[in-house]
């Protein structure tokens, strides 16, 4: 029902390492590795319709997994922190160039939806005290790239992400 042929992985694959190498990020040298998380992200698009993270529990509800769609909202923190995103997808350069080892890392997204939303609250509380602008400023969830206009891109000109991994980070 959600197989995945080979030639939609190798596609996949060498599209998501080009838009990495652009981006500045790197993918899992281990290409085995990385090939099967590139196809649990084709088989959760094919399930769900868009890439949910391979390695967590999607709700099915795009809303709700905005933050788990590939490349997840706590990619860089991870990167930064760990040298690989929880998935192991993406990965730092020392660990490409083999200074750093990748180990477990812990989850770090709030384990219940109220959690999620109490989280997103405090954001938007700290925003409300700055102030009006111009324009709405919005917020690549994903690289964190900021842009001052009426509308968001319709792709993050930094890490590739979509319009709809935008949020409004100040109005």
């Not at 999607?58 to 760990?82: T, V």
Request: aromatic share 10%; charged share 35%.
């Amino acid at each position: 029902m959600n197989k995945v042929n080979v030639g939609e992985i190798d596609k996949l694959y060498i599209r998501l390492d080009k838009e990495a190498k652009s981006g500045g990020y790197h993918l899992n040298p281990n290409i085995d590795f990385t090939k099967e998380l590139v196809e649990g992200l084709l088989v959760n698009e094919k399930r769900y319709g868009y890439w949910a993270c391979p390695c967590r529990l999607a709700d099915g509800d795009k809303q709700e997994d905005l933050d788990i769609i590939c490349p997840c909202d706590y990619r860089d923190s991870d990167l930064n922190d760990y040298g690989t995103c929880y998935c192991g997808l993406y990965v730092s350069k020392d660990v490409v160039d083999d200074k750093k080892e990748i180990g477990s890392i812990p989850e770090r997204r709030p384990e219940k939806r109220n959690e999620r939303l109490q989280f997103k609250s405090k954001k938007q509380k700290s925003r409300d005290k700055v102030g009006r602008l111009d324009y709405p400023v919005w917020r690549c969830r994903v690289c964190g790239y900021l842009a001052a206009r009426d509308e968001p891109p319709e792709i993050c000109p930094v890490c590739k992400a979509k319009k709809d991994r935008f949020e409004l980070f100040m109005s």
